[in-house]
């Protein structure tokens, strides 16, 4: 069965541009959750798509954006990027319902770096 | 739920020693304890995890308890092995929310 893959790995945008990442999940997973890992913030929940809906969503500016399609893949979209943008961006699939709610796979994760 | 607290940061041991890594969270409703280790380049793996209902579960080499009354839980590693080397992270969640992490701790078995 294969992993969450997520695309690109990594990628150096500067000030001002816009970045979109894509994930696929595990086959058969609905729910989809992105985080932003950063040394010194942790790992920060952004938001999650179920059935291509967002069903959560953290406390984030609203330059990141997401959406879902009916295969379930998803994009983050982050806009007029800043330098604190920087970061890895981690998602993760799972089947959004009953026990396996709970349960995250995650991807590798993109490296954003902005300049 | 949103409250989790992680300690200690970094933790080093001999091999063959034991770690222990704790967590406190603050949402009495919290129904989902579980703990994931990254290693380096990879993304967060789950390695094991225990439910509201449960004080205790073991998995071979490691082990996490809860205390719900005083609102915290522990990851116990046994028999360390430099493998064992990561960054690991426990999450809680309480009702239909999401995992909310801990800040992590860099656990490094000295051969």
């Known amino acids: 069965k294969a992993g969450v893959t997520q695309t690109p790995r990594y990628l150096i945008k500067t000030r001002g541009q816009q970045v979109t990442l894509s994930c696929s999940p595990i086959s058969g997973h609905r729910s989809v959750s992105w985080y932003q890992q950063t040394p010194g913030q942790g790992l920060q929940f952004l938001f999650e798509?179920?059935?291509?809906?967002?069903?959560n969503k953290g406390n984030f500016p609203g330059r990141f954006s997401g959406r879902q399609f009916s295969n379930s893949r998803s994009e983050m979209n982050v806009s007029t990027l800043e330098l604190g943008d920087s970061a890895l961006y981690l998602c993760?699939?799972?089947?959004?319902?009953?026990?396996?709610?709970?349960?995250?796979?995650f991807g590798a994760g993109s490296r954003l770096t902005v300049l | 739920g949103e409250n989790v607290e992680q300690h200690p940061s970094t933790l080093s041991v001999q091999e063959g020693d034991s770690a222990v890594i704790k967590c406190t969270y603050s949402d009495s409703a919290s129904n989902y304890f579980p703990w994931y280790k990254q290693e380096l380049g990879k993304g967060p793996q789950l390695i094991i995890d225990?439910?509201?209902?449960?004080g205790e579960k073991k998995d071979q080499r490691i082990a996490v308890t809860l205390n719900k009354t005083a609102k915290h839980f522990s990851l116990h590693i046994t028999e360390t092995q430099p493998e064992d080397s990561a960054v690991y992270f426990c999450a809680n969640r309480f009702g239909a929310n999401n995992l909310f992490f801990g800040t992590g701790t860099r656990l490094t078995v000295i051969p």
């Open positions: 225990i439910r509201s209902n449960v």
């Open positions: 993760a699939s799972s089947a959004g319902t009953g026990l396996g709610a709970n349960v995250l796979t």
């Open positions: 798509y179920f059935s291509e809906t967002q069903r």
